[in-house]
């Protein structure tokens, strides 16, 4: 008898767009000076980082958890102080995705974690 399983792994590219995410607001916002030319690949480290290194865990602005000098988290090359959309405690508010690249999965949000 032989048993075969088959695991899925998702990998989709893509960021978000509206309110713009670190990573892209120096396409609306003049004093986002920092420019990141692969929007869509932030991805806590990638696979093998995020999973073998990491425990399965991800920095909180999608950098590699492990690192110290986080690019994406205050004070890092791109978290600027610029703040791109402000809400209402209760509001209910759109956020635009731009998926480049569509593994199938999900994408899951989290506030004041």
Known sequence: L????????VSGHGFIQEPAARQVCYKEFPKCTS????PDELNCG??????????????????????TDKAFVYPGK?????????????????IK???TTNHKG????????
């Not at 420019?35 to 692969?38: N, P, Q």
């Open 2 to 9: 032989l048993v075969a399983s088959v695991v899925t792994l």
């Open 35 to 38: 420019v990141h030319w692969t």
């Open 46 to 67: 990638g696979f093998s980082t995020q999973n073998d290194k990491n425990g399965g865990k991800c920095g909180v602005c999608g950098d590699a958890y492990h690192l």
């Open 78 to 94: 791109f978290a600027l102080g610029v703040i791109t959309g402000t809400y209402q405690e209760g509001q209910t508010f759109t």
């Open 97 to 99: 995705l731009r998926i």
């Open 106 to 113: 999900w994408s899951e949000f989290r506030l004041g974690d």
